[in-house]
């Protein structure tokens, strides 16, 4: 018998779904844009005036992210691939959501488990935990940095992402602010006739055709997972 081709959930995920691991989020009161200007630590020129300031912030990050584990959220999400065809497509820098078993994680900004040479940006090693010098050099001599898009660097997988959102049938957009682009553009090109859903505690304005549901996504998702896999199993 032929098998039909199991329904995509395209998943967006910003800060907020790592917030109950434990992770701070950057534009919440709290967050690391709080105490942190992106000026100094999130751009290539940041890089270039004061680099021990830039890898201090990405080592601290780099440890956080390491202790961190997967919370109800992220295993949610995961377990929706027991019914569908799931694609996440996020904005973070931890690995909590390959950590929570997902299998296909698109990343946009770049991995903080990871350090590449600004000289070569394909040689890449491990970020080591115990952080990053200034000593750090690849074969070349280059220095090296967090494998991070900072802003004003181009995002990766963009055209991926795109693809993805746009054929499929549902969009679940998690934890983010949508105020970085462009990321946040993604949420225009989901397919008209698409479910779509916002999670998160707090929103400016929620994109046409999303349905917010206000609260934590620790508590939210575990029961929009099992909702949507009893109506698969029905
Ligand atoms: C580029 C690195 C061109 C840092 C990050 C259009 C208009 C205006 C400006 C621009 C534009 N297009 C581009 C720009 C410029 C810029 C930009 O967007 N600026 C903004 C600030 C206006 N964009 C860029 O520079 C991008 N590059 O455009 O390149 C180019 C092209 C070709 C060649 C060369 C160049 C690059 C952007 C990449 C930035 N990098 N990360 C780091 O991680 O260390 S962005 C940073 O913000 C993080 O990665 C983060 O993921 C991302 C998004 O933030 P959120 O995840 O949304 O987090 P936030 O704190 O904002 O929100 C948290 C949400 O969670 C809240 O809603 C809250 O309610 C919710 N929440 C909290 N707790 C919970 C929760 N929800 C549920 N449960 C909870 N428990």
């Known amino acids: 018998m032929m098998q039909r081709a199991k329904e995509k959930i395209l998943v967006f995920t910003g800060a907020g779904v790592s917030a109950e691991s434990g992770l701070k989020t950057f534009r919440d009161s709290g967050g690391l844009w709080e105490s942190m200007r992106i000026e100094?630590?999130?751009?290539?020129?940041?890089?270039?005036?004061?680099?021990?300031k830039v890898l201090d912030?990405?080592?601290m990050?780099?440890?956080?992210?390491a202790q961190a584990k997967p919370n109800p959220a992220h295993l949610a999400i995961a377990q929706l691939e027991t019914a569908f065809d799931v694609a996440i497509v996020t904005q973070n820098v931890d690995d909590l959501h390959e950590r929570a078993g997902s299998s296909r994680v698109i990343r946009l900004?770049?991995?903080?488990?990871?350090?590449?040479?600004?000289?070569?940006?394909?040689?890449?090693?491990?970020?080591?935990?115990?952080?990053?010098?200034?000593?750090?050099?690849?074969?070349?001599?280059?220095?090296?940095?967090?494998?991070?898009?900072?802003?004003g660097e181009a995002v990766e997988n963009y055209e991926l992402a795109l693809e993805e959102v746009?054929?499929?049938?549902?969009?679940?957009?998690?934890?983010?602010?949508?105020?970085?682009y462009p990321a946040a553009g993604l949420v225009s090109y989901a397919r008209?006739?698409?479910?779509?859903?916002?999670?998160?505690?707090?929103?400016?304005?929620?994109?046409?055709?999303?349905?917010?549901f206000k609260g934590r996504a620790g508590e939210i998702l575990p029961k929009l997972a099992q909702k949507w896999l009893s109506e698969k199993n029905r």
């Open 40 to 52: 100094e630590v999130a751009t290539p020129e940041a890089w270039e005036r004061d680099p021990a």
């Open 57 to 59: 912030f990405y080592n």
């Open 109 to 151: 900004h770049g991995n903080l488990s990871e350090a590449k040479s600004e000289l070569d940006p394909s040689y890449r090693i491990p970020y080591p935990l115990e952080g990053l010098s200034l000593d750090d050099r690849c074969p070349r001599g280059g220095r090296l940095r967090p494998h991070i898009v900072w802003f």
């Open 166 to 180: 746009s054929t499929a049938g549902r969009m679940l957009v998690v934890g983010t602010s949508l105020s970085v």
């Open 61 to 65: 990050r780099r440890k956080a992210a």
């Open 192 to 212: 008209p006739d698409a479910e779509k859903v916002l999670v998160a505690m707090d929103i400016d304005a929620c994109p046409e055709g999303f349905e917010f």
